[in-house]
């Protein structure tokens, strides 16, 4: 009889799974942690999802979401065909590397014990650091390389010049992800920048926009104007759908059509279908929602500021914050014994800082309290 242990790849052995944030369930916790929207989905779109719930649950979802598509091109300007619907974005950035990236060969990159050679372009995801926590785990599940190359010491995105003085960044590498605004810095890119950078890269590049409406720019329309751009968006974040797992793609159609052959015939799930359709019929609701989210963000930031925490600039629906007096590590604790759960990345760039997801001003109100008393 085979081992299970056996049974299974190699390189799945050796796979670190994706850390998502903890859903606890304490009573009364306030939750900081994984940047969710403090506001419930939008009347209709609660109602559009109860009335759909009946027999018709027996039947399969339109299999390319096609009404939902039909409306993001309206809303975007472009056609059906510049998009493709995933399950949650993160599904969609897994697809692209299963698209665009080039397993390297017997994985030889993974084990430096059984001889290394160069990681070719074609193998290769590339990301700055510090950015989407995710991006290198799906490099490693697919058995392709990775480059990791770090953002300036204030988060900003290196120039094209920089990037090419540097020598680490690779212009020629299959796919490139860039989170923009930033996670977990907050800090948001001028489309100026992502569009120069975008002109240098030759192979594939995903802009991750996930919190792009907390921010002052977008870059949509880079994904219509440059075949090899993708501009990555989801319904999670901005507008409270994170139960229901709706992500989008906008591109080319040839890049479109490619995800479209890799994706599962059903990957979108109705309910997540019908709630994605309802929230694009009550935009106005959800700009209101963003516009307080703001509110409260810039409120937080200068009562932080106020008790000696380091708040960098955000445009986002977090902030990412140096607290004074005590690591970053233990603060999470001490927050945490005072029921509010917050976020912390044991990365070398980011240890030093909580990550705090802006909640409604009654919780950020809360926080500020909490972090007084552990001043005191
Ligand atoms: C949350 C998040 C996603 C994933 O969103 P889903 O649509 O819920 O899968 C993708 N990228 C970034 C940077 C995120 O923070």
Known sequence: MKSPKSLIRPLVHDLHAYVPGEQPKIKGLIKLNTNENPYPPSPRVLAAVKVAVDGRLRLYPNPAADKLRAKLAKLHHCSPDNI?????????????????????????LRRPNLGFRRAKPSETVQYFTPSYSLYPVLADTHGAAKNAVALKPDFSLPSVAELKRGKHWNFNAALTFVTTPNAPSGRGYATADLEALCKAQRGVTVLDEAYVN????????????YPHVLVARTFSKAYSLCFQRVGYFVGHPELIDALHKMRDSYNVNGLGQIAAEATLDDLSHYRANFRAIVATRKQLSRDLTRLGFRVLPSETNFILAQPPLFPAQ?????????KV?????????????????IGTPAEAAVLVKAAKEILR
């Open 214 to 225: 907390f921010a002052r720019e977008n870059a949509l329309k880079l994904a219509l104007e």
């Open 330 to 338: 233990e603060w999470l604790q001490k927050l945490r014994e005072r």
């Open 84 to 108: 493709i619907v995933g399950n949650g974005s993160d599904e969609l950035l897994a697809l692209a590397v299963r698209t665009f990236v080039e397993p390297s060969e017997g994985g030889v």
């Open 341 to 357: 759960l917050v976020r912390w990345f044991s990365a070398r760039e980011v240890k030093s800082y909580l990550r705090i997801t």
